[in-house]
């Protein structure tokens, strides 16, 4: 799977304006009916930024009907 997605990642302070990073989609692997696991490519320059903890999200910025969204995902 080659697509790419722009992704902030938590450790981002809200008061820093966020900076996205383009990360290629490398699974997507349904869950249940309702949910999917989406699997990026994180390059090693931006591990730390990426680091998993329980409870972790990450926004997603989107384009839908030419607006510029960004939607949580955990």
Request: negative net charge; hydrophobic residues 45%; proline residues 11%.
């Amino acid at each position: 799977m080659s697509a790419l997605v722009d992704v902030v990642p938590e450790t981002v302070p809200s008061r820093v304006r966020p900076r996205t990073h383009p990360l290629s989609v490398t699974a997507v692997i349904d869950e249940t009916p309702d949910a999917i696991t989406i699997a990026l490519a994180v390059p090693p320059e931006l591990a730390d930024e990426f680091r998993y903890e329980a409870g972790q999200f990450v926004s997603v910025k989107v384009e839908i009907d030419g607006a510029v969204q960004f939607r949580p995902y955990s």
